[in-house]
Nanobody, 122 residues
Framework: DVQLQASGGGLVQGGGSLRLSCAAS????????IGWFRQAPGKEREGVSC????????YYGDFVKGRFTISSDNAKNTLYLQMNSLKPEDTAVYYC???????????????WGKGTLVTVSS
């Protein structure tokens, strides 16, 4: 039973920081790549960041511009997204997901958790 549970969202002022967590069960991070996606109101879902634990490679969407950092605690099967210098345009529901490889896009990911809402005020 594969399960993904995202948490850590909330309201933060522009320029502030927030750390999201995703607790996984039913598989290990060696079996799949894991990543973060987000969907703003009225917008398409987009990839934020992806991590391949087996290789240690990380990938980021161009809009991140060095502000976000993805990491994991493989022993705890937990994925993190450290978000700094947050902007109002970062406001979205953030989802963690697992799939075959980074770069496949939302439709290519196999497992999804319920999203956590991040709201960044002006």
């Amino acid at each position: 039973d594969v399960q993904l549970q995202a948490s850590g969202g909330g309201l933060v002022q522009g320029g502030g920081s927030l750390r999201l967590s995703c607790a996984a069960s039913g598989f290990t991070f060696d079996d799949y790549v894991i990543g973060w996606f987000r969907q703003a109101p009225g917008k398409e879902r987009e990839g934020v960041s992806c991590l391949s634990s087996s290789t240690g490679n990380t990938y980021y969407g161009d809009f991140v511009k060095g502000r976000f950092t993805i990491s994991s605690d493989n022993a705890k099967n937990t994925l993190y997204l450290q978000m700094n210098s947050l902007k109002p345009e970062d406001t979205a529901v953030y989802y963690c997901a697992a799939g075959p490889r980074c770069g496949v896009g939302p439709d290519g990911m196999d497992y999804w958790g319920k999203g956590t809402l991040v709201t960044v005020s002006s």
